[in-house]
């Protein structure tokens, strides 16, 4: 859920979930086209499965939102649900389905929440106005935010929903064309483009909007590219991209630590110009009828992330993490 409840109640609440949803988790890695193929799978019971259903049928592709993805992002999460309302509310109902009304209710609200971020503080109005498939991206490293993209099926609908917030909150300025300079004072901003909207914090928003404008006389990216041919292909009803480039050095930095030595400047910028465009691990969702089955595939896979943490800590670091 992106964070660690420090809060005793919280965590039982979420052991309960866990406990009441959840059968087993297993992992297993393979090596696969020159990298690591990670597969997690999460056992569900058959009712739950059932209910799932709708968050996992896909629709037909949309190549047309490629207009609206800058050609470098950080990460890039598609949502190609056939319905965004009914896969919204069969993830809402499984969870009251399994639990007791006190942790159903939280995490109603839990999930409800997750959608803040962008401006949409009630999905129920505002997502039957939206069209597949839904992107969520996180547009440079070091962005605290990200910002989503969608198919507008019904603007009038969506605009009133977003104007007409059931909170007390911020409400998202509306703006016109990629051409447009939303005012940084406010909080949200939504930009309605050909069709589409982009959603979130003003702050994530006008980068974007910046990246777009520059890249109308440019060529593709080649990093872009190799993430829409491989989405072209992916059947999934949820993929992820993210750029690995970090880990990877991380990875080779802790190998080269252990040996004692670490890399130069010089060392460090030609290893990155090495990693290229394999710097993208790919995600990809599925729901089988027994759980939820998920791949990543990438360079040096789940052991890069393991072995990163026996990298030696600071002389100061060991009573901070104690």
């Given at each position: ?204 928003v006008v980068p974007c909007l910046v990246e777009l404008r520059k890249r109308q006389a440019a060529a593709v990216a080649a990093n872009k590219k190799n993430v829409q041919d491989s989405a072209r ?23 080269l630590l252990l040996q004692g030595r670490s890399l130069s400047s010089e060392e460090l910028g030609k290893l990155q110009s090495t990693f290229g465009d394999s710097s993208f691990a790919e995600t ?39």
């Amino acid at each position: 859920m992106g964070f660690v409840p420090a809060d005793p109640q919280l965590q039982q609440l979420l052991v309960m979930g866990a406990t009441s949803i959840l059968r087993t988790i297993a992992w297993t890695a393979l090596p696969a086209d020159g990298g690591i193929e990670d597969r997690f799978f999460f056992s569900l019971d058959p009712d739950v499965v059932a209910r799932l259903q709708p968050a996992f049928e896909t629709s037909r592709r949309d190549e047309n939102i490629w207009k609206l993805v800058p050609d470098n992002f950080e990460s890039l999460t598609i949502y190609r649900s056939r319905e965004p309302a009914a896969a919204w509310k069969s993830l809402d109902t499984t969870v009251s389905f399994k639990l007791d009304v006190l942790p159903a209710v939280f995490f109603g609200s839990l999930l409800s929440s997750s959608l803040v971020g962008y401006g949409i503080e009630n999905p129920k109005a505002t997502l039957p106005a939206l069209s597949p498939p839904l992107l969520t991206m996180k547009t440079a490293a070091g962005a605290e935010g990200s910002i989503l993209i969608a198919r507008v099926s019904d603007e009038a609908l969506l605009r009133k929903a977003l104007q007409q917030q059931s909170n007390e909150g911020p409400k998202p300025q509306l703006v016109d064309g990629l051409q447009s300079d939303p005012d940084p004072a406010r909080e949200f901003a939504a930009v309605f483009a050909e069709g589409y909207v982009l959603l979130g914090r003003t702050e994530n928003v006008v980068p974007c909007l910046v990246e777009l404008r520059k890249r109308q006389a440019a060529a593709v990216a080649a990093n872009k590219k190799n993430v829409q041919d491989s989405a072209r292909e992916n059947t999934a009803a949820i993929v992820t991209y993210a750029n690995d480039e970090a880990r990877l050095t991380s990875f080779i930095s802790t190998l080269l630590l252990l040996q004692g030595r670490s890399l130069s400047s010089e060392e460090l910028g030609k290893l990155q110009s090495t990693f290229g465009d394999s710097s993208f691990a790919e995600t990809e969702t599925r729901l089988s009828a027994a759980g939820i089955e998920r791949k990543t595939r990438s360079a040096f896979g789940q052991f890069s992330t393991l072995i990163a943490l026996l990298k030696p800590n600071p002389p100061n670091s060991v009573a901070r993490q104690q």
